[in-house]
Nanobody
Framework: QVQLVESGGGVVQPGGSLRLSCLAS????????MGWFRQAPKKERTFVTS????????FYTDSVKGRFTISRDNAKNTVYLQMNSLKPEDTAVYYC????????????????WGQGTQVTVSS
Protein backbone atom coordinates (compact mmCIF):
# COMPACT_ATOMS: atom_id res chain seq x y z
CA GLN A 1 0.00 0.00 0.00
CA VAL A 2 1.25 3.44 -0.93
CA GLN A 3 0.72 6.44 1.31
CA LEU A 4 0.06 9.71 -0.49
CA VAL A 5 0.19 13.22 0.93
CA GLU A 6 -0.97 16.19 -1.13
CA SER A 7 0.11 19.77 -0.48
CA GLY A 8 0.13 23.15 -2.13
CA GLY A 9 -3.53 24.05 -2.06
CA GLY A 10 -4.81 27.44 -1.04
CA VAL A 11 -6.88 30.45 -2.00
CA VAL A 12 -6.08 32.18 -5.28
CA GLN A 13 -7.76 34.81 -7.42
CA PRO A 14 -9.17 33.96 -10.84
CA GLY A 15 -6.37 33.87 -13.37
CA GLY A 16 -3.84 32.89 -10.76
CA SER A 17 -1.68 29.81 -10.41
CA LEU A 18 -0.99 27.07 -7.91
CA ARG A 19 1.31 24.07 -7.88
CA LEU A 20 0.14 20.98 -6.08
CA SER A 21 2.49 18.24 -4.93
CA CYS A 22 1.80 14.65 -3.98
CA LEU A 23 4.50 12.81 -2.05
CA ALA A 24 4.37 9.01 -2.07
CA SER A 25 5.83 6.60 0.44
CA UNK A 26 5.60 2.93 1.28
CA UNK A 27 5.83 1.58 -2.23
CA UNK A 28 7.74 1.72 -5.48
CA UNK A 29 6.50 5.03 -6.83
CA UNK A 30 8.05 4.59 -10.24
CA UNK A 31 5.93 1.48 -10.82
CA UNK A 32 2.72 3.46 -10.84
CA UNK A 33 0.86 5.57 -13.28
CA MET A 34 -0.50 8.45 -11.18
CA GLY A 35 -3.63 10.52 -11.37
CA TRP A 36 -5.23 13.65 -9.98
CA PHE A 37 -8.93 13.87 -9.27
CA ARG A 38 -11.02 16.66 -7.77
CA GLN A 39 -14.25 16.97 -5.87
CA ALA A 40 -16.21 20.21 -5.88
CA PRO A 41 -18.72 20.95 -3.11
CA LYS A 42 -21.78 18.73 -3.35
CA LYS A 43 -20.46 17.01 -6.46
CA GLU A 44 -18.88 13.68 -7.26
CA ARG A 45 -15.15 13.24 -7.52
CA THR A 46 -13.99 13.55 -11.13
CA PHE A 47 -10.87 12.87 -13.15
CA VAL A 48 -8.46 15.73 -13.85
CA THR A 49 -5.24 14.30 -15.26
CA SER A 50 -2.95 11.28 -15.28
CA UNK A 51 0.67 10.52 -16.09
CA UNK A 52 2.36 7.25 -16.99
CA UNK A 53 5.09 5.77 -14.81
CA UNK A 54 7.87 7.26 -16.94
CA UNK A 55 6.16 10.57 -17.59
CA UNK A 56 6.06 10.06 -21.34
CA UNK A 57 2.29 10.14 -21.65
CA UNK A 58 -0.17 12.48 -20.01
CA PHE A 59 -3.95 12.67 -20.16
CA TYR A 60 -6.26 15.55 -19.27
CA THR A 61 -9.92 16.17 -18.93
CA ASP A 62 -11.05 18.68 -21.53
CA SER A 63 -11.81 21.49 -19.09
CA VAL A 64 -8.18 21.77 -17.94
CA LYS A 65 -6.31 21.20 -21.20
CA GLY A 66 -3.91 24.03 -21.89
CA ARG A 67 -4.12 25.29 -18.30
CA PHE A 68 -2.96 22.39 -16.12
CA THR A 69 0.23 20.36 -16.42
CA ILE A 70 1.00 17.11 -14.66
CA SER A 71 4.57 16.02 -14.11
CA ARG A 72 6.53 13.69 -11.88
CA ASP A 73 9.94 13.23 -10.33
CA ASN A 74 10.49 9.55 -9.59
CA ALA A 75 13.69 10.30 -7.70
CA LYS A 76 11.63 12.38 -5.27
CA ASN A 77 8.59 10.09 -5.24
CA THR A 78 6.47 13.08 -6.15
CA VAL A 79 3.86 13.96 -8.73
CA TYR A 80 2.97 17.59 -9.40
CA LEU A 81 0.03 19.48 -10.78
CA GLN A 82 0.77 22.94 -12.11
CA MET A 83 -2.47 24.87 -12.42
CA ASN A 84 -2.52 28.12 -14.38
CA SER A 85 -5.31 30.47 -15.43
CA LEU A 86 -7.44 29.20 -12.59
CA LYS A 87 -11.18 29.70 -12.70
CA PRO A 88 -13.80 29.67 -9.93
CA GLU A 89 -15.06 26.36 -11.30
CA ASP A 90 -11.68 24.81 -10.47
CA THR A 91 -12.55 25.18 -6.79
CA ALA A 92 -12.41 21.70 -5.27
CA VAL A 93 -10.52 19.32 -3.08
CA TYR A 94 -7.76 17.79 -5.20
CA TYR A 95 -6.65 14.20 -4.67
CA CYS A 96 -3.78 12.19 -6.07
CA UNK A 97 -4.02 8.44 -6.51
CA UNK A 98 -2.12 5.39 -7.77
CA UNK A 99 -3.40 3.76 -10.94
CA UNK A 100 -3.62 -0.03 -10.79
CA UNK A 101 -5.28 -0.80 -14.10
CA UNK A 102 -8.28 -0.01 -16.23
CA UNK A 103 -9.43 3.29 -17.72
CA UNK A 104 -7.25 6.12 -16.43
CA UNK A 105 -10.24 8.44 -16.00
CA UNK A 106 -12.23 6.15 -13.67
CA UNK A 107 -11.99 6.19 -9.88
CA UNK A 108 -12.19 2.42 -9.70
CA UNK A 109 -8.91 2.20 -11.63
CA UNK A 110 -7.06 3.74 -8.68
CA UNK A 111 -6.14 2.11 -5.40
CA UNK A 112 -4.39 4.45 -2.98
CA TRP A 113 -5.64 7.96 -2.32
CA GLY A 114 -4.31 10.92 -0.42
CA GLN A 115 -6.35 13.01 2.01
CA GLY A 116 -6.75 15.82 -0.49
CA THR A 117 -5.80 19.48 -0.59
CA GLN A 118 -8.31 22.33 -0.91
CA VAL A 119 -8.07 24.72 -3.84
CA THR A 120 -10.31 27.78 -3.75
CA VAL A 121 -10.46 30.20 -6.66
CA SER A 122 -12.22 33.37 -5.64
CA SER A 123 -11.92 37.11 -5.91
Amino acid sequence: QVQLVESGGGVVQPGGSLRLSCLASGGTFSNYQMGWFRQAPKKERTFVTSITWNGRQTFYTDSVKGRFTISRDNAKNTVYLQMNSLKPEDTAVYYCATHIGGPYDKEESYADWGQGTQVTVSS
